[in-house]
């Protein structure tokens, strides 16, 4: 027990800031793209990372250490595909978590010699994109989508992806991701998702399951935005919650609108005047009312079976149904059922074979015109008109925003396309049960379950026009034989689908005649295909048989079902086989207030604002430069000036990603991550303390120093014995995807043990053992260290000289990754000896300041308890 308590790295301290101001050096020699950085010439003075990380990544690139096919492969294969970010813009601090810590798992994997491929991709986000784009063109052209057409408007959106979509591939570069770019994929692009000539792996995918009866048409409720006139997913719906009456904007109305208030009204019982009181958020949906619920056991209302109520506004007659949903407890007990406009109310109507009657079309308006929240007061007055008013009173509600549009969503009744997901969820489920595909941390497992026992069929239509156009045909046949009807075929072609049609009804192709659907797919369907689309699926391809299934997929637990979940249940489905054998989840990022990164809050930090620094007014134009109504950017500004009244300082990549790693811990991954960016700041310290340690040891190794093996002193296998357990530490934490016991391992051994102890102690007597010693830390520690912080890691490794000057790699991202079986380093006695020196150190320290002790006393002393080790005699004398 006391071994293993020994081994256990340090609690991280905080860095003490440096009290110099952070100086910028440029690395201004001549480079071309692509050629390797000078690293002949001295070091400057002190660490910056404009200079460490200029030309290094353009090099790495054209060396072709990011391709899978680079080095030998005597380790297996390691292959992992980037959660595709939209093209919409550019990255925030969440994306820069996901990457930084697949870019540390990519890089540990290669430099343990693996076959290893990190597939970078951008998804082209359906409705984002699209409300970008409309925006764009309304604000400086004042044209809607409708304007142009439909043609028209996809052209201006392609425009605006390449002009404005590599953007995120240049952020992913600054981060230092080290993706294969050769085989970077668009969603929306041919090049990706051909299979031959013009069929593409999207309709390759909805056909088959078509065919299959797995994808199916259906007239259902849906999400639905009036705003952007189509159906939006659940990610797409912000839950917004009231305490109680609360006035919100809404699109389209001058006026604030109430919610959070609960109204009470009476039905009359058919052929009496008793009444039964009912109660609800949203009054104007009575008017599509065709039940009243009550609880089968509550005793108030059982003299009321077989009996209606009476709409007051028509000659509608509804049932009273019997229901266990219905909360006896809750209000009167009495449910009003509004099959078409509310999901709960949609099953008790399933169940019960009651009407379904829309009143509201895909704009919002109901049919005589009126808008859907101006028709809410005039609900309520028509109400106490006919004296069935009871009472408005304060609710604590949820009220689903769409996040694209902030309009209210609404439940409307669609005929969409869905995806039967009860199969593919069944064996998603029992992949995880039975151990086939691990989720890391298990604590989500409850989720996961929990998701595909009670899975509802997908629905995959978005009435958009940029996307994936679904390739299915409604069909008309002129011919009087056929009955007139629903009848729909999917098809690469209108060609195919036309054949299949005649051969479907039995009559000639002439006599078809076809539409194509106007919707597009969901852009989660686009990306549940991912992991196999970018290797050309179906056809049978290299790197398809290689590289698919995938070893791991890393992204944050918030789309575990929107995204992880589809591309198990398609991956199994579409291929037979499961997409990856593990997923780890990591925490949202928000911010240091524990808000979520929004755009529409004004909170979201670009990650290159942190890596090179920005200002308080550079901070507020890109407000400006976006989206947001005056309103917000107020108070978006305010928010700016309490959290960076002096801006953003450059902080650099490598501290940037050291921070985001050491936020992340399976033991935090349910809980989201409260990123203080000030606190970066402290990483580059530490990046200047490395920058020191080693300008240090050159100058001490000198310029004709060879590294070579030599017998170590007590002081020396010290060290060597705590970077063995670094070295431990650092393995550990990476087959456990444990990020934090890597940084403060790291942390605590160049901080605490290498820089604050081992080379003030050799300072005055710098031995050939020494150096070597010191050449063996150096050289390890950069290599762990590696992954992090490639680019600090990269400019001093460099410098250093080699073990094997003529057979050693290239570039620190291709050396081997150190691991325990190298070294028997590891020394629990000298770690007592070393303890009980340094404790007998500090006292000395602790005496001479106390009774002014001279040096040579404290000096004598040191000898004394040392046996004449004279090495360790500095850490008592006056500074």
């Not at 999207?202 to 009036?226: D, M, P």
Request: proline share 6%.
């Amino acid at each position: 027990m006391e071994e293993k308590k020994k081994q256990e790295p340090k609690t991280e301290k905080k860095t003490k800031p440096e009290k110099k101001d952070l100086g910028v050096i440029t690395y201004n020699i001549p480079t071309l793209p692509g050629e390797k950085k000078d690293v002949l010439s001295p070091l400057p003075d002190s660490y910056s990372p404009q200079y460490v990380e200029a030309a290094w990544y353009s090099w790495w690139e054209k060396q072709g250490f990011f391709k899978p096919e680079y080095g030998p492969n005597p380790r297996g294969i390691f292959m992992m595909c980037i959660p595709p970010p939209n093209v919409t813009g550019s990255l925030h601090l969440g994306h820069a978590l996901t990457n930084a810590i697949q870019d540390c798992l990519t890089r540990w994997h290669r430099m343990r010699g693996e076959t290893t491929l990190w597939n970078p991709g951008c998804d082209h986000a359906g409705i984002a994109t699209q409300v970008v784009v409309e925006k764009k063109l309304m604000r400086e052209r004042g044209l809607s989508r409708h304007d142009l057409g439909r043609a028209n408007f996809i052209q201006e959106v392609w425009k605006w992806k390449n002009e404005k979509g590599d953007r995120i591939y240049h952020q992913l570069k600054k981060l230092g991701s080290s993706l294969d770019w050769d085989r970077a994929c668009f969603t929306m692009d041919p090049v990706c998702v051909s299979v031959h000539n013009s069929v593409y792996v999207f309709q390759e995918a909805f056909i088959r399951l078509h065919e299959e009866g797995v994808i199916y048409r259906s007239k259902r409720l849906v999400n639905w935005s009036c705003t952007l006139n189509s159906a939006i997913s659940d990610i797409e719906v912000d839950k917004k919650e009231l305490i109680g009456r609360t006035l919100m904007p809404v699109p389209g109305y001058k006026e604030k609108v109430e919610f959070g208030v609960l109204v009470s009204f009476a039905y009359k019982i058919e052929g009496t005047d008793e009444e039964v009181i009912v109660a609800t958020t949203r009054i104007e949906t009575m008017l599509g009312d065709t039940a009243v619920a009550v609880h089968p056991l509550d005793p108030r209302y059982q003299h009321l079976k077989e009996k209606k109520v009476v709409h007051p506004f028509c000659d509608r007659t509804m049932p009273i149904v019997f229901d266990e949903f219905v909360d006896m407890n809750f209000g009167t007990g009495a449910v009003k059922i509004t099959p078409a406009h509310d999901h709960n109310d949609y099953e008790v109507g399933v169940r019960h074979n009651l009407a379904f009657i829309n009143i509201l079309d895909e704009n919002g308006y109901l049919i005589n015109g009126t808008k859907r929240f101006e028709a809410r007061n005039a609900v309520l007055q028509a109400l106490k008109d006919k004296g069935l008013f009871k009472e408005v009173k304060d609710n604590p509600m949820v009220v689903p925003v769409c996040s694209r549009s902030k309009d209210i969503v609404e439940p409307l009744l669609k005929p969409q396309w869905y995806v039967d997901c009860t199969d593919m969820a069944r064996q998603a489920a029992d992949a995880v049960r039975e151990g086939r595909l691990k989720i890391i941390p298990d604590h989500h497992l409850k989720t996961w379950f929990n998701w595909m026992d009670n899975i509802r069929d997908w629905c995959i239509s978005r009435q958009l026009w940029w996307g994936h156009r679904i390739p299915a045909y409604f069909i008309t046949v002129n011919d009087p034989s056929v009955k007139p009807g629903e009848y729909w075929v999917s098809g690469r072609t209108e060609e195919e689908a036309r054949d299949k049609a005649a051969k479907r009804f039995g009559v000639s192709a002439e006599k078809i005649s076809l539409r194509q659907d106007e919707d597009v797919l969901d852009t989660w369907f686009s990306s549940g295909i991912f992991p196999f689309s970018i290797f050309g699926w179906p056809n049978e391809s290299e790197d398809l048989r290689v590289f698919y299934p995938g070893t791991l997929l890393e992204t944050g637990y918030d789309i575990l079902f929107f995204w992880v979940a589809r591309m198990v249940m398609m991956g199994i489905k579409l291929t037979g086989q499961l997409p990856f054998k593990e997923v780890y989840l990591h925490a949202v990022v928000r911010d240091a207030h524990g808000r979520k990164m929004s755009k529409s809050l004004g909170n979201v930090i670009d990650p290159l604002d942190v890596i090179t620094g920005i200002s308080l007014e550079g901070l507020h134009a890109q407000l400006k430069d976006s989206n947001l109504d005056p309103v917000e950017t107020e108070r978006a500004e305010q928010g700016q000036k309490s959290d960076y009244p002096n801006g953003i300082p450059e902080c650099g990549t490598d501290a940037l990603r050291f921070a985001l790693c050491a936020y992340t811990s399976q033991g935090t991954a349910g809980r989201d991550i409260n990123l203080d960016v000030n606190r970066i700041l402290g990483y580059r310290h530490f990046c200047n303390k490395l920058w020191n340690a080693v300008k240090f040891a050159m100058k001490a190794l000198g310029d004709k120093f060879v590294p070579a093996e030599k017998t170590q002193s007590v002081a020396d296998r010290w060290i060597l014995s705590r970077l063995c357990a670094a070295v431990s530490s650092c393995g550990t934490g990476f087959e456990a995807y444990d990020f934090p016991s890597i940084t403060t391992a790291i942390y605590n051994f160049w901080l605490y043990e290498l820089c604050d102890v081992y080379l003030e102690s050799v300072k005055p007597v710098l031995t050939s053992i020494c150096r070597q010693t010191l050449y063996t830390c150096l050289e390890v520690g950069l290599r762990l260290l590696s992954p992090i912080m490639p680019f600090v890691t990269e400019e001093l490794f460099q410098r250093l000289p080699r073990r094997q000057p003529y057979n050693s790699p290239p570039s620190i991202s291709v050396t081997p990754y150190p691991e325990t079986s190298e070294f028997c380093w590891h020394s629990v006695e000298v770690d007592r000896q070393m303890e009980f020196v340094m404790t007998v150190v500090r006292t000395i320290r602790s005496l001479r300041a106390d009774y002014n002790l001279t040096k040579t006393r404290a000096d004598c002393e040191c000898e004394r308890l040392q046996g004449g080790h004279r090495i360790w005699c500095v850490a008592a004398w006056p500074k």
